[in-house]
Each structure stands twice: as C-alpha cells, then as structure tokens.
C-alpha cells in the first residue's frame, strides 16, 4: 500500500520555526515528485512548495523565503522548514507525490496524498 504520513505539526509562536516531516511507505520517494500543500480555515488547499524527482524545485508567492523543502531518500522523508510563522501559517499541511517528471502546475495532478498534520500558530 503506499502510503504518505506527516508528522511535526503542533502549537508554535509567532516568529518561531516548525520543520513538518513526510513520511513515504510503499514507494521509493526518489521516483516521484513530491509537494507540500497547505489548507486553512474556510480556505481551498494551495500549494506551497514542490521538489521533482529530478532535483529542480518549485514555489508559490507564498513562500517568500521562510518555507524551505528537503529530501532524505536514505529515510524515505521530505521535510518542510517553516521560519518566522505567522498567525496566517495556521493550516492543516499534507505532502503529496506525483509520477510527474517535474513539478504540476495543478494540486489535481498529485496521486497520494497524506492526512495532514495541524499547524497552529497562536501566542
């Protein structure tokens, strides 16, 4: 079965940093180009971050230097960094794999998705 877990999520302060992990199980992670969306509150989910099978990456407006993604194909992970979060970082985040070659234009292209794990930013 293959299968994508996030893990990581909590409470954070505004200005602190959060890295949320993936998890592949099924699958080598390596083969397939992986994404990291976002869903808030009365909100459509939005892609923030995407990292090819090949290596070249891919960012929406919203990253604006403080969302950082890596991979540990040696532990089957992708990582989200998350620096200086703000109250509108509040979301429920999931990561997502895709055979695509490159990073999607469209969320609809992602074939296994995660449950998602909650962010919550708050004083």
């Known amino acids: 079965q293959l299968q994508l877990v996030e893990s990581g999520g909590g409470l954070v302060q505004p200005g602190g940093s959060l890295r949320v992990s993936c998890a592949a199980s099924?699958?080598?992670?390596?083969?397939?180009?992986i994404g990291w969306l976002r869903q808030a509150p009365g909100r459509e989910r939005e892609g923030i971050l995407c990292?090819?099978?090949?290596?070249?990456?891919k960012h929406t407006p919203i990253v604006k230097g403080r969302f950082t993604i890596s991979r540990d194909n040696a532990k089957n992970t992708v990582y989200l960094q998350i620096d200086n979060l703000k109250s509108e970082d509040t979301a429920v985040y999931f990561c997502?794999?895709?055979?695509?070659?490159?990073?999607?234009?469209?969320?609809?292209?992602?074939?296994?998705w995660g449950p998602g794990t909650q962010v919550t930013v708050s004083s």
């Open positions: 990292t090819s099978r090949w290596g070249d990456s």
């Open positions: 099924g699958f080598p992670l390596e083969d397939y180009t």
């Open positions: 997502a794999a895709a055979r695509n070659d490159r990073c999607p234009d469209s969320i609809g292209i992602y074939e296994i």
